[in-house]
T-cell receptor, first 113, second 114 residues
Framework: AAGVIQSPRHLIKEKRETATLKCYPI?????VYWYQQGPGQDPQFLIS???????DKGSIPDRFSAQQFSDYHSELNMSSLELGDSALYFC????????????FGPGTRLTVL | AQKVTQAQTEISVVEKEDVTLDCVYE???????LFWYKQPPSGELVFLIR??????QNEISGRYSWNFQKSTSSFNFTITASQVVDSAVYFC???????????FGGGTRVLVKP
């Protein structure tokens, strides 16, 4: 069965650079979630989209922005990168029903030097 | 606000021992979902189990079992006859009826020694 695809899987950037992370949800899933997991920490919710509209927002820095496109894929744009942005970024998708089963992608490991 | 607490930061066992992971949650929602995820050293998040707030029936699935007690807001998870491949970080998570975002606990690292 198709799973959530994230690209790239690994990304190395310098401070103050920008990065774009992409997420391709499972076909027919209409909701995408982004989570950030710092080293040794639990995943923290950043933002979610339902039918291309932002549905919820967590502790996402103002330097970050995200959107969901007409084909339901999503991109997380990160600017003015800081060392503290080094983390594993997960995307999850779901079909917005009451069972709330989120399927996670393999994650993108971002390293900021 | 929702909160999930996993008091155990690390558990070390010898293979074939049982491991029980504790999870306590806080939420004001009357309808909510509880989850357990496994994160092996490779980093991906693997879904293990999900329970909704209306179903306190405890079940066993293979070597996994869970104990959901609404009265104490606990959702404990047990691995029976642990194996080396069970070594991972285990996260308990909670989602409410609104928004569906997951709130994770701090995780419990399980080390199963041969």
């Amino acid at each position: 069965a198709a799973g959530v695809i994230q690209s790239p899987r690994h990304l190395i950037k310098e401070k103050r650079e920008t990065a774009t992370l992409k997420c391709y949800p499972i076909p027919r899933h209409d909701t995408v979630y982004w989570y950030q997991q710092g080293p040794g920490q639990d995943p923290q919710f950043l933002i979610s989209f339902y039918e291309k509209m932002q549905s919820d927002k967590g502790s996402i820095p103002d330097r970050f922005s995200a959107q969901q496109f007409s084909d339901y894929h999503s991109e997380l744009n990160m600017s003015s990168l800081e060392l503290g942005d080094s983390a594993l970024y997960f995307c999850a998708s779901s079909f917005r029903d009451f069972n709330n089963e989120q399927f996670f992608g393999p994650g993108t490991r971002l390293t900021v030097l | 606000a929702q909160k999930v607490t996993q008091a155990q930061t690390e558990i070390s066992v010898v293979e074939k021992e049982d491991v029980t992971l504790d999870c306590v949650y806080e939420t004001r929602d009357t309808t909510y979902y509880l989850f357990w995820y496994k994160q092996p050293p490779s980093g991906e998040l693997v879904f293990l189990i999900r329970r909704n707030s209306f179903d306190e029936q405890n079940e066993i699935s293979g070597r996994y079992s869970w104990n959901f007690q609404k009265s104490t807001s606990s959702f404990n998870f047990t691995i029976t006859a642990s194996q080396v491949v069970d070594s991972a970080v285990y996260f308990c998570a909670l989602s409410g009826a609104a928004g569906n975002k997951l709130t994770f606990g701090g995780g419990t690292r399980v080390l199963v020694k041969p």
